[in-house]
C-alpha cells in the first residue's frame, strides 16, 4: 500500500498543487467560470500560518462565497486529469464548516463538519457515506488520498464505464472501487451538472476543484500523480 495520512509526501513525478506559498495558488490555480461565478482574479483565497505546524496554508473563505452561495468562488487547477492519485490536507476551524473537493470537476467529495450522512464528511455526494469516526475533528489536520479512474466511453462517444474512486481518510480506507454514479448539484456544482441532470457525462478531462462557501477550512500539502489505468480497479 502506498503511505496515505496527513504529512504524506509527493511522489517523485507528481505534481505539487499548492505547498502553502501565494505563488503555487496562483501558478496552479484559477477561478472555476461557471454559470454563478462572482469572484475575479487574482484569486481571494488568503494565505494564512498553519495554526497546527510550521509553514502556511490557504483559506476557502472568500468573500464573494459569502452565505454558501457554491459556485462563486471556487478554485481548479489549471491543468486538467483523466486518472490519478490525489492527496489533499484539509483543517476546519468552526463548527459546520463546509467545502469540498472535486474530482476532475465534477464529483464532489465533501467536507462537512458535523454531518454523518451521504452528504456529510467524506462522503461520495448523495451517494455513499463514510465513517464519521475517521474524522479527526475541528482545528485539526484531515488527510483524503484519493485513487481515481475517470468515466470510460466507447468508439460512438457513449458512456461505457462509470467513474470509480478508492479513497482513504486519515489513513483509514472508506471507499473501495466505487462507481461514481452522476454528478451532483446542477450547472453550479461543475462540468456536465447541467446535461441530463447530471447523467450526461462527456469525456473532457477536469481540473481538481476545491469550493468556497463562506466557511474558514483551510487545505495545504496538495498534490497529484497522473495514471493511467486500463482496468476498472482504482484499489491500493
Not at 469572484?39 to 464573494?64: C, F, H, R, T, Y
Not at 454558501?68 to 464548516?97: M, P, S
Amino acid at each position: 500500500m502506498a503511505q496515505v495520512g496527513v504529512g504524506t509526501e509527493a511522489p517523485k513525478g507528481a505534481d505539487q498543487l499548492f505547498n502553502g506559498k501565494k505563488r503555487s495558488l496562483n501558478k496552479n490555480w484559477t477561478y472555476w467560470e461557471g454559470p454563478r461565478i462572482a469572484a475575479e482574479l487574482p484569486i481571494k483565497w488568503e494565505i494564512v500560518e498553519d495554526p497546527i505546524d510550521k509553514g502556511q496554508a490557504v483559506s476557502a473563505n472568500d468573500p464573494a462565497a459569502a452565505g454558501g452561495k457554491y459556485g462563486a468562488a471556487d478554485i481548479v487547477t489549471k491543468k486538467k486529469y483523466t486518472d490519478f492519485r490525489l492527496h489533499i490536507e484539509f483543517l476546519i476551524k468552526n463548527e459546520g464548516g463546509n467545502s469540498g473537493v472535486y474530482l476532475q470537476n465534477r464529483y464532489e467529495i465533501q467536507i462537512l463538519d458535523g454531518d454523518s450522512t451521504t452528504h456529510g464528511m467524506a462522503a461520495i455526494i448523495n451517494e455513499k457515506a463514510a465513517p464519521y469516526v475517521v474524522y479527526n475533528g475541528l482545528g485539526k489536520w484531515n488527510a483524503y488520498d484519493i485513487k481515481f479512474r475517470a468515466a470510460r466511453f466507447d468508439e460512438n462517444g457513449k458512456l461505457s464505464e462509470k467513474a470509480m474512486t478508492t479513497i482513504y481518510f486519515n489513513g483509514k480506507k472508506i471507499h473501495e472501487n466505487v462507481s461514481i454514479q452522476k454528478v451532483w448539484g446542477g450547472p453550479n456544482s461543475g462540468l456536465d451538472g447541467g446535461r441530463d441532470g447530471g447523467e450526461g457525462i462527456t469525456n473532457r478531462p477536469g481540473g481538481i476543484k476545491l469550493q468556497a462557501e463562506g466557511h474558514e477550512v483551510l487545505f495545504r500539502n496538495i498534490w497529484i500523480e497522473r495514471l493511467k489505468l486500463e482496468k476498472p480497479n482504482t484499489d491500493f
